[in-house]
């Protein structure tokens, strides 16, 4: 208490000889801190061939950025993107910023040469999403990976399910629902921040939450939506500016301080598979009462699941092959030394949280850089997830029309080569 | 044991000299025996005006129809309808049938100047259940009643819960989900019943669970829905003939014992309400290990309300407007006292099961006959739904294109003077 | 309506030439209306050996027992148990009136022939317990049977439980936890009715809901308790006198109008089995929010059940022997047509409601004294429970001392002859 | 990837300055790891006012520990404890060796001058209980502190309900339910290890399981266990020795290679606090099905609460105060920010695990030391535990007689000036 501060101390040994594996991260908010968790925390807890070090750390604010990286024990700090992804102790590229600079940066990343980790959504338009699956493309020639960070993919529950869902156990697949729903938008005096803008945001629940069902339910299925039938609704059409809003807002209102909200607050929306399983959708941020409740329920010929992020520990199962007498939902707990991610983690029925989805991503990032495999969700299912929400929005847009989806090739669930269950896990 | 067998023993007291309701059924299946419990059970929980007397039930083939009046207490057995609407000693026909007869008996029923309780669905065609409105009317300026038995309002769960919206505790309602799950058509060698042929049953599990759970919204959001868009999907195609089956349906085979389904297996649609409301349905019976999962959740600005009928005696309700270091979902357990339809069952704690929806809509209609108030839901609230369904395979049918509903005018619900609530609960 | 009041109708019809079971029930309060429900019932949806006839019913109010039989359907009303029980028409006598009358109708009742139902528990102390096991023995030989109305066996998920149990489907049992809270005696201000002074009603919450919970864990784990360690308390131990208190209650005052508390509010108590298995057991009218929750777990070593009485319709089952990456609780919806008791009533996920014990409990006797086989819970099954309680307040009021229960010989489950399961099911 | 190992990265900035707290841990299994994840990760989510470091970690075998300390990211690797202690980098020792060692390792640390954090339980007996007990308080004295790793107090929804039961939001408390259920010795085969053998583990269940379900009840009501009522039982009297078995335990066994369990299986007790509270506990490794099923029930007279560490996120609460129809257990969600220690991580509903509960003793202990404030529990709560696990053995073999506890004096929790409640929360 009494000495003085210390030198640094050593945020890891050395790996008992492994390589290290450079990271570099662009943005340092929300994401950024989950991200951090996950880059600290990997090596520490599953046997990693390399050894991830949080090289450095980027934002545009220089006493924040360095703020944060004192916290979070980012090595060092860069105010300019474009200076990060040239460092050499950089390896790969973690970009934790809005939707509309994720194109940009992971494009000039991997011509940099750098391995890519991009959060979700993969970007604000089909486009940009596009050119990042050629960009993608051409880097895997040279050996480099691109991956987006659908990260409820690693829930130990949903991976079980994915495999589950894989080894037949559900049998021919019937249909799916599917519900994101958040309640933080209730408030009609919440402001009028940039996600509710579409400039900015892109899309409001849609973009935010559909991405992330959409995402799932094409992994859970293993093959991408077809088409959609949709409707959006916006319920507090306006709102009053933000305290300091930017001119940009500022110019949104009118002289009563409000202005439009122009994403949507909810959106409903049925699909189609080309196999044949339909699926229903639902994002929103007005639900009251409901904090993160990204609920699935898929039911096969032979069983069903049902998954509630709300409690991420657990998986229902229902094996409809059992003699009814005995049958119904059982509560897996997801914490068995043989469900996905687990091997690593505490004894049964010591539960996960969140952030551990970051630390499993950075688990399979890390072995499929050093295995060269192509990692999964890929650019291209990234992408497959931006034309689903488009065709959404054009539904929506044309009365409900069903709205076919044009399926990107190859998609990574259903090329043979390519399992949609972690390799290594 | 030893002594011989007795005459028959009274079914009820004369009931301290109330007046008696002679009640006659058509139909002695699954229906018939719900309603008979439900006759023979609502006067002697409930205090009523009137004494419900089992006084015939009809049916086709003689021996059965009277071994089940016999078993249910019906003091009489008829084979024709014709015979059992024109007897003095019934007051009022309850028409458990098939949908495709509702709107002749119907229709005869109140020409013969009788009360009619109609099974759901009112009908299996939109033309038909216009003309059982017609009827109605014109038998209502005769003081007769009408109602359509969708019974799922009467659990107290239910009636509590639009009660709770009726006040307000939810404030601007924003969406509802609604699902009915089953999974009995699971079976792909399940037979080609009459229920899976579109000439017969007008349509699969659209009109059988679709109608409970598109009353049940436009009862909760206390206005009808305006429009829809729709998917629906057949997922086994073709299934056995039944054994024994009907010349009609052997017909529909080919030379290989097995004939084509025509009727959805699950329906998915989407819905509007003129007030903004949106909603989401789900009706299957393919939702392996759910056996009756009629479930709701409605999402308001001050709170939120869940349901499901395989927990019948519990409602969920999230109160919005409290500290949100306290607040969350509560499980109400609807047996108190002051919940609807409690003040004559058991203790707290105590539940009720599927049959007493039937003791409270008898309950309910007897309170309405003597009162002379029109009872709900009402031949124009049953006309509602059949526009909806009739919407839902239009739409279903045009790439799931928004179908508007013509709404029914006067519909019950929205009338100031016909309040939503059971009066009488 | 405008018909003038009809004569009784006939309460049922001559059951194909059933021989009738003429039921004269003492009592008419919430049990008698409970028992009323189940004698109406059992017969129409059961198909039964004899037809229950309501023939009588009797207390000591006339008026008020007159209505009764009115609103019921009991077919005769009599003011004297004496004279009930020695009526013609009456073959069985069904006791619904507080424990301290219990030994003497029903040992009356034997000795005038009739079969005996005895609500629970079977009488307030040993002494009379066993005068009534010796009555029923001595009638046994005149082939009158003798039952004890623990209901609770009689819920389908509980009559499940036993039958898994017996099966082996839990292998050697462990440990079980039983606790039947409930909250109705929180209020201070509750006045101190009969039910709080232990000259009127033995015991409290122990006597109430512990004999519930005692008699199901018998029933369950097949072997009466051994012996138990008990510690009891009483929360309020004044409460106001309640209006119009009857002399002796107003002599149990002082001159505040308030008097003493003289049963237990909650008892805990540990015990053990013969086998080994070792019990935890609650009752308590002071868990707030709990209105039954009458709550059992049966731990194996091949599985565990789990059952909450306010979630009748379900059992909740782990299966041990399978592997744990797929193994969790499983909710089993206890209303398939093959579980105990539902092959008559309504398709899966239809559920029942707690007066269908009392449905059950009917059937089930009336086929015992068709086939002259001994009905179960007996009364010897009645008096072991009764040994229970009296060594819980035995060990409660000696510091909590390990204190044995003397098993009586022979009790119903562990003879090999009297299957534990009902036959009929 | 094809750069070479790079030197030792940063563990953490100099946290702007921030002086540093060494932790050196003893110990390196189960524990070790958990309490690892505690100090690394402590000062990246919150806002500490010392920079806890990762100094050196001990233990016997020099390889396993060397690895250890790479994997985690201790500075320093040791073999010998008293090595450890008086290591000048080190400020605080954190003991996460078994039981039989906390009391001669705590009290050379104290001695050494040095912070203490130890493992519960505090000790294997009352008597080095109390010898730890004193050396604490000679070391408070010097500027020391010393605290007991009871983490289940962490868990935000346990502080929570502490924090409520101190609002006076239950009322005056009536009775506790609290269990700890686990399945892990199941298996008859399961080999007889060091903790099934009392002279190393001192019990079986009651120290490791009954050891938190005693501070936690004694934590949230707020006052010491005064006495106690208790059975135990061993299900498995003999197992296999394991292979590889020291020549202590082969000694154990006969010449059949089995040896005798000498610890309890379970352990069943009822209890009484000073103030009239009653509660009942059940440990056991035999429940199958339930992984970490750590359970509590309070119930007072103003509301209840109920906790599920299996579902470590929630907290079930009931507010009795609230109109009976809309009153029931209300599942809040702990995670919002102004839940305790929420301030810091997700936003809601992205819910925390089992491991935080380390983070947040981190972060307390840590707050602690900066501000000189004795932290709890302390090693009197611990030596309370332990009198009453003593109370229980010494009930359990004089069967099961009521058994008081002696009071330490003075118990943290019930001291005025040291709230119960974190006081940075």
Chains 1, 2, 3, 4 share one sequence.
Not at 58 to 84: F, K, P, Q, S, Y
Request: glycine share 10%; proline share 8%.
């Amino acid at each position: 208490m009494t000495k003085p501060p210390q030198p640094p101390q050593p945020h890891q040994g050395d790996g008992g000889g492994k390589p290290p594996l450079g990271v570099g991260m662009v943005g340092y908010a929300f994401m950024g801190a989950a991200h951090s968790q996950g880059w600290r925390t990997a090596g520490r807890v599953f046997d990693l061939p390399l050894s991830p070090v949080l090289a450095a750390v980027c934002g545009r604010d220089g006493d924040a950025v360095r703020a944060m990286a004192g916290r979070h024990g980012w090595a060092a700090a860069e105010t300019d993107w474009h200076a990060l992804i040239t460092r050499d102790d950089v390896d790969l590229v973690d970009i934790c910023t809005p939707g509309d600079s994720h194109a940009e940066i992971a494009i000039a990343a991997l011509a940099a040469g750098k391995h890519v980790l991009c959060e979700k959504p993969l970007a604000n338009t089909v486009e940009e999403a596009e050119a990042m699956v050629q960009a993608a493309a051409a880097a895997r020639e040279r050996g480099q990976l691109a991956m987006v960070g659908f990260n409820y993919r690693r829930v130990p529950a949903t991976a079980l399910a994915r495999k589950m869902v894989a080894e037949g156990r559900l049998g021919a697949l019937r249909h799916l629902r599917v519900t994101y729903l958040q309640d933080w938008l209730v408030d009609p005096e919440f402001p009028l921040t940039w996600r509710l803008r579409k400039e900015a945001a892109g899309s409001g629940a849609l973009g935010d939450l559909g991405a992330h069902i959409v995402d799932l339910a094409q992994y859970l299925v293993g093959e991408p939506v077809a088409g959609v039938s949709a409707l959006t609704e916006t319920f507090v059409r306006e709102r009053p500016l933000p305290a300091g809003a930017s001119s940009g807002l500022a110019d949104a209102g009118g002289g009563d301080g409000r202005g439009p909200v122009t994403v949507d607050d909810a959106a409903l929306f049925t699909g189609r598979f080309a196999s044949g399983v339909i699926a229903s959708f639902e994002a929103t941020r007005f639900a009251t009462g409901r904090k993160n409740a990204l609920r699935i329920e898929l039911n096969g010929e032979r069983g069903s699941l049902a998954f509630d992020l709300e409690r991420l520990n657990e998986l229902s199962y229902h094996d409809h092959t059992e003699p009814g007498a005995h049958a119904g939902f059982r509560r897996i707990l997801v914490t068995e030394p043989d469900h996905p991610y687990l091997e690593a983690w505490w004894p049964p029925g010591h539960g996960l949280g969140y952030e551990h989805t970051f630390v499993h991503q950075a688990r399979d990032l890390v072995h499929a850089i050093a295995s060269g495999t192509a990692p999964e969700p890929s650019f291209a299912d990234g992408l497959q997830v931006q034309r689903v929400l488009a065709a959404v929005e054009e539904s929506a847009a044309k009365n409900s029309v069903y709205t076919p989806v044009l399926p990107v090739d190859p998609i990574g669930p259903v090329t043979p080569t390519a399992p949609t269950t972690p390799t290594t896990v």
